[in-house]
């Protein structure tokens, strides 16, 4: 699939305490977590991002808690796709079971504010502000299955339709 | 003759129908245990349901512990509890604990012996990897995962690489599984295990007990690891006997199995550690920390990390007739019912009441800035706990330093950072 936006960028180490902090964690409506999606890293996150834009980071994002309300912040939000250097391996998991494209690649090019254009299948970030291009580190084959699924319910959905569960 | 193997890659491969694994393959494993928690098991509820299947695979193996925001600190949080407990009793879940009998589940399960060596387990929380003391596979996952397990009774897992990290010698003293991990989390940062196992071993671990390990166990999320797992043992099998009450598996690595790295350690250079703000991997030996002179706030002893019995007395030994600080707060959360109620047998929790400090029903409350303790903006806190992040246990603006329940007795009797020799 191919994505249009602009990068709102983050540094290394997100945690998930920043993502979604723990003192919203009493109300799991995407409502609640979408207004306040990374709330402790940038208050007002929440109020610019529009459809369609990127969380870009460095090492590390999503680290700390398996809480799945991360990305389901972050999809509520409007992202789609959320590039890093690196990700905490839970973060990693729960973006694929609900449907969110998670690309590890070099992003120390990519600056707050750029716009860039995405296919998640051929694996290809083109920076159009800076008319760059970075490569993303391949998928595995199971896991590009289950997100363009829709994620791992609508997997095991389609997995029952066929029979095969 | 077949592939060596680690203790990981062979629990791994005996929950799947395989002949053989390899660390990189992605594979569908058997789950004897899917836990979940008052935070994370009301999206895997909603989530189930839209599966559409009308039973769970196995009501015996699966854990719903209410233990973060219980009881109830809101009525938002009481209706995640309500949720919980409507489930359990749709489904006759037998390890649902209610308000009296729940403990922080980290604690909670191995102390009431649901998970035993050898199990396959996932948890909705990240701190699952507790259960690798055990001999366990035990690796934190989402909400999501919980709900396919619910359903299913078997999830979709990468065997990880594992490291393989060894500490020699005897620990020195005030000297615990604690620092241990802090200290090799120093070492290899945040990120140096992301995705592997973390198998420990060495002859230190025949100088420590169970909740040590436990307690390094807890901590390998920290360094980015899916598990952190010990061989059992002896310590093991004194440990679970009497609490089991199904067959268990000890399993070894064989000699030859491959290792990603191996880290040799030699513990008895190793003092005390406090992981500054805002990540566990700042950790300083104590003297240096006590020399900066940081004033505290307040001293948090508990959590899944170090909230068991052994924790309690260490900290009841330094706390004993001695006050606490003025204007500065000490709050003690023993981590299941079992422990509060020996606690309060032995007199420790007379003795953390005489010394100012107040003492809470078991929760997990402070330890990730739900509630029972909340820092304001400014403020600082030592604690026993896991996660240093910015805001964790509160305000944005607020600090958290970690490290062992000798060292946060010490720092709230002094009123800033503090080793136990300078009270004791």
């Known amino acids: 699939m191919i994505f249009k936006g602009k990068v709102f960028k983050f540094g290394d180490n997100i945690d998930t305490d920043a993502i979604i902090p723990a003192r919203y964690l009493n109300d799991s409506s995407e409502e609640n977590l979408r207004k306040h999606c990374m709330e402790d890293a940038d208050e007002s996150f929440s109020s610019k991002v529009s459809k369609g834009d990127f969380i870009v980071a460095g090492n590390n994002f999503g680290c700390g808690s398996s809480r799945e309300h991360a990305p389901i912040a972050i999809k509520a939000c409007g992202v789609q796709v959320v590039i890093a250097k690196s990700f905490a391996r839970i973060f990693y998991r729960n973006s694929f079971n609900i449907g969110l494209f998670i690309l590890s690649a070099d992003t120390g090019g990519i600056d707050d504010g750029d716009m860039l254009e995405v296919d998640t299948d051929a694996g290809e970030i083109k920076n159009k502000t800076k008319n760059t291009l970075v490569k993303a580190k391949p998928i595995p084959k199971f896991m590009s299955e289950l997100v363009n699924a829709g994620g791992l319910i609508a997997y095991a959905k389609k997995k029952i339709k066929e029979g095969k569960k | ?424």
């Not at chain 2, 007395?313 to 006050?323: C, E, N, T, V, Y």
């Open chain 2, 1 to 424: 003759m077949s592939k060596p193997l680690t203790i990981t890659e062979k629990i791994i491969l005996n929950h799947t129908d395989l002949n053989e694994i390899s660390s990189g393959d992605i594979v569908n494993a058997r789950v004897d245990i899917a836990l979940g928690n008052d935070i994370t098991a009301p999206i895997a509820i909603k989530e189930f349901e839209a599966i559409g299947i009308s039973e769970v695979f196995d009501r015996r193996k699966i854990a719903l512990v209410p233990d973060h925001f219980v009881p109830n600190k809101d009525i938002l949080s009481a209706k995640q509890a309500k949720m919980l407990r409507e489930f359990a009793k749709k489904f006759d879940i037998e390890n649902y604990f209610e308000c009296g009998e729940a403990g922080v589940e980290h604690a909670l399960l191995p102390e009431k012996g649901i998970v035993l060596p050898g199990d396959l387990v996932i948890g909705a929380d990240s701190h699952t990897c507790t259960y690798g003391a055990l001999g366990a596979f035990a690796t934190g996952v989402g909400s999501t995962d919980l709900a396919y397990t619910m359903a299913f009774g078997e999830l979709w897992l990468k065997v990880p690489e594992s490291i393989k990290v060894i500490f020699e010698g005897k620990p020195k003293k005030w000297v615990s599984g604690k620092d241990l991990i802090l200290y090799l989390i120093g070492q290899i940062g945040v990120e140096g295990a992301n995705y592997m196992a973390l198998e420990f071993t060495g002859s230190t671990f025949k100088h420590l007990g169970m909740a040590d390990r436990l307690t390094i166990s807890n901590m390998a999320i920290e360094a980015g690891a899916k598990s952190g797992i010990f061989e059992p043992d002896e310590i093991t099998e004194n440990y679970v006997k009497s609490r089991a009450k199904r067959d268990y598996i000890f399993y070894k690595s064989d000699e030859e199995a491959e290792y990603a790295k191996v880290l040799n350690f030699n513990t008895g250079t190793i003092n005390p550690q406090v992981a500054f703000p805002h990540l566990p991997e700042n950790s300083v030996d104590i003297n240096e920390a006590s020399a900066k002179n940081i004033k505290i706030d307040q001293s948090v002893i508990g959590s899944c990390t170090n909230g068991r019995i052994e924790d309690l007395r260490i900290a009841a030994q330094i706390l004993k007739g001695k006050k606490i600080a003025k204007y500065t707060r000490l709050i003690v959360i023993p981590a299941t019912p079992d422990i509060y109620r020996l606690a309060e047998k032995e007199g420790l929790i007379d003795i953390f009441m005489d010394a100012g400090g107040v003492v809470s029903t078991p929760t997990c409350g402070p330890c990730l800035g739900g509630y029972m303790g909340i820092l304001a903006d400014g403020e600082r806190a030592i604690s026993s706990t896991n996660r240093n992040f910015k805001g964790r246990m509160g305000d944005v603006a607020s600090e958290v330093y970690l490290a062992n329940p000798a060292v946060c007795a010490a720092s709230a009797i002094l009123g800033k950072i503090a080793s136990p020799d300078e009270v004791s």
